[in-house]
């Protein structure tokens, strides 16, 4: 039996206890009671409604033995000592209630909640703990995608097994149905950083399948003060942005192309720090490939939104915003771009850093060549050599490949990578980097 529903039998099991014996309590206390105390006045909806009027009842007390009923009645009363039970309603002087004068008729007004409550809690822990149907998950399957949804939203309490239908449903249902709307929601209400260690990725997951239905409450989300979850939503974003690109195997299911928002720009740069987020889609390297390409009519501010990275105190901030000015053929932050790349043309204990730099010096230009000056003469050999094959592409190109297949100490992936390394390629290789 899973989590929530050993949770559900165990608080109905323990409330319904104390309800009957609230219950027993006050029968034992009206039975023993000479008096005739007031219930107080009768509030169904208050009753039943108000969940902490379940188990208690607001009593007026007041003793309404000796009071005459507001209508006469036809029959004399014979006693004029002991409590009379009186078929006509009374008003109780104190709190103004209308009741009767039959004593078990208050009993069972008094205890009427606590019972009805009782009964409900107690069918509530045999359903969760002895039906097959609820114990083997089979209600999940039959249960409205809206009403998983909003399960979905209470952490710890939710059998995994919800998510995974919502998962499945997520793929399959009518994506514009009402109820679609209510997973969304929940969806993003996952991506909170909180104490969960799967549930953002399982959100991430369902808005991918969600497509551009996602869009904009995903945008809304950039604006979060939650950094998780505007690095959550840009990752998601750039993926949309990324499949319905012309070109793509997927643009043939959007109608147009996504024009990303300034606020996807500015999260995008804000994921190139070093974070302690570990999620499957890599923020960093995601970013860094969408910021490379954007077309510079769609984003015109991208290249001086970077340039005050170049001064960060953190390298991979540095590294990542002179790797995508150089992919941009930024010429004119060549003179800060250029040596940060360069650094990452040696030997270090970085994987996977000196075949990108390479080719984001090669394509900055002329304007990198005075950062490899110092590296022609370097004793590290892998340096040096990368320095001599970026010098040589750029002065003199056109030199024969096995030539320059000498020069290439820094990857196998290619014979050139000044020339030949794709920008998938570079992703791939700054992912393992990070």
Known sequence: ????????????????????????????????????????????????????SW????????????????????????????????????????CGGHTHIDRRRLILRASNRPIAFTTLLILAAILATHIAWIRNDAWIRMAPTALLAHAAT???????????????????????????DSLIKSAISNLHDDALHFNAEWAFDVLTSAG???????????NSPDYQVRQFAASLLILHWDHSRPGSR???????????????????????????????????ADSMEF??????????????????????????????????????????????????????????????????AARALYLLGPACLPALEPLLTSLDTQAASAALLIRLNILTPGEPLEKRKALNSITKLCHDPTLELTRRQIREMIRHAL
């Open 250 to 284: 997927y643009a043939h299911t959007y109608e147009t192309p996504y024009l990303p928002p300034d606020l996807l720009i500015k999260a995008a740069i804000e994921a190139l720090k070093s974070d302690n987020i570990s999620f499957v889609h890599a923020n960093a």
């Open 154 to 180: 209470y952490g710890k309490l939710t059998p995994e097994s919800v998510y995974d239908e919502l998962s499945d449903r997520a793929r399959k249902d009518n994506k514009e149905s009402w109820q679609y």
């Open 55 to 94: 188990t208690s009842s607001s009593q007026c007390g007041y003793d309404l033995r000796g009071l005459a009923p507001l209508q006469p009645t036809n029959e004399p009363s014979t006693d004029t000592v002991s409590p009379v039970s009186h078929p006509v309603p009374i008003q109780c002087p104190e």
């Open 212 to 222: 551009e239905r996602a869009v904009p409450r995903l945008e809304r989300e950039l």
């Open 291 to 356: 910021l490379s390409q954007i077309d510079r009519d769609v984003a015109p501010d991208v290249e001086q939104s970077l340039a005050p990275s170049l001064d960060s105190s953190d390298p991979q901030e540095r590294f990542l915003s002179a790797l995508i000015l150089g992919l941009r053929g930024a010429s004119a932050h060549a003179p800060k771009a250029a040596p940060i790349l360069a650094e990452h043309l040696k030997h270090n204990s970085i994987t996977n850093d000196a075949a990108p």
């Open 1 to 52: 039996m899973n989590t929530m529903l050993q949770f559900i039998a165990i608080v109905s099991w323990l409330t319904a206890a104390w309800c009957a014996f609230i219950s027993i309590r006050k029968i034992l206390r009206f039975r023993r009671s000479p008096s005739l105390p007031c219930p107080g006045p009768s509030t169904w909806w208050h009753d039943w409604i108000l969940p902490w």
